[in-house]
């Protein structure tokens, strides 16, 4: 199973909105055929391990069957995979997690046993429902799971007083920042980053597919922002708030995707945005800030994920830009509490990864 795990990451970035699946065949003590979930609307992970056991020339019938993942039992773009393992004859199928689909889960299970068919479950089934956290999240909630991320001073900073940023981390920070945009479906910022920074919110050395989602309740974009202007300009969605200027919302429109959304005190409706980014197929929205717009996911409780990079540098000063702003906790009882913390050495930062708890 833990090879069937490894075989599931290799979809990292690819399968949304599906999850990542690994597939092994197991005839004696040998492994006779793998496969990986690739893309969504392509051939689910037990399809490709038996389609390359049959090129193989592999008698599967009698095989033993790991899969981090409970089989499809539905009709979708592809077919169910309970029956390509039933015309098969395989023996004994080895599963980590179940579907989470509330309306699926243990179905397979059921037709499988009924086909003569053994099954074991829950193998490992804590790592397998950890790969797919976004996509577990996403299928019970309808809204996409929301991972904080930010990069600062070891006293929390992100930018001097006057905005200056580049570079608090290290290139080696930098490229595990990348990698968690591969991960997700869509990146998110405030329109003040896009007036200080002018960021590009692209995948490097990617085929962006990366969509960039920027809050921006008065519509004060400018056209010639690199998110506006360049060449993945149709990827960029520019969220107002109703009763924005009208003229710079048309100058918008001509060049990018807007959202009018609903406003509460003035600043556009987080629930209401990923209720609608959920029906899109966001799955995974990465928050890069800046703070106040951190802040503002903190105190909604819409964070699910934090990803915070810390720089071996103090930057100091009251006035110099926090990673979280906002109004703060009222007391220590109210502050977002974290579990599974994880760190991690990136040159001379740290990552600290964590889940918020209440998620």
Not at 73 to 91: D, F, Q, R, W
Request: aromatic share 4%.
């Amino acid at each position: 199973m833990r090879e069937a795990l490894v075989l599931a990451r290799k979809g990292y970035g690819r399968t949304s909105p599906n999850p990542m699946v690994g597939a092994l065949l197991v005839k004696g003590s040998v492994v006779i055929a793998q496969g990986w979930h690739r893309r969504a609307g392509g051939p689910h992970a037990e399809i490709i391990a038996l389609n390359q056991a049959r090129r193989r020339d592999y008698n599967v019938k009698g095989s033993t069957l790991y899969v981090t993942l409970e089989p499809c039992t539905t009709t979708g773009k592809t077919l169910p995979c309970t029956e390509a393992i039933i015309a098969a004859g395989i023996a004994r199928v080895v599963v980590a997690a179940k579907d989470p689909n509330p309306t699926h889960a243990g179905r397979a299970f059921r037709v499988l046993r009924r086909a003569g068919i053994e099954v074991v479950k829950n193998i490992l089934a804590d790592d397998a429902a950890e790969l797919n956290a976004a996509f577990n999240h996403w299928i019970v909630k309808g809204t996409p799971m929301v991972t904080v991320k930010a990069a600062m001073t070891l006293d929390g900073k992100i930018a001097t007083e006057h905005g200056e940023s580049k570079w608090i981390t290290s290139e080696a920070a930098r490229r595990e920042a990348m990698h968690l945009r591969k991960g997700a479906d869509a990146v998110l910022v405030g329109i003040e980053t896009v007036l200080a920074d002018d960021p590009s919110l692209t995948v490097r050395g990617a085929k962006n597919s990366l969509r960039r989602i920027i809050l921006d309740s008065k519509a004060r974009t400018p056209v010639t922002a690199n998110v506006v202007s360049d060449e993945h300009a149709a990827l960029t969605t520019v969220v107002v708030a109703k009763g924005a200027p009208v003229r710079r919302v048309a100058a918008l429109r001509k060049r990018v995707n807007v959202l009018e959304a609903p406003a509460r005190k003035g600043r556009v409706d987080l629930r209401w945005l990923l209720k609608r980014l959920g029906r899109e197929e966001v799955t995974h929205l990465l928050v890069e800030g800046g703070g106040e717009v951190s802040a503002s996911f903190f105190e909604n409780k819409l964070a699910h994920r934090v990803a915070f990079f810390y720089a071996p540098k103090v930057l100091g000063g009251k006035h110099a830009r926090p990673a979280v702003g906002g109004k703060g906790a009222a007391d220590l009882k109210q502050a977002p509490k974290l579990t599974n913390v994880q760190w991690r050495r990136l040159g001379p930062d740290l990552l600290l990864t964590a889940r918020v708890v209440g998620d």
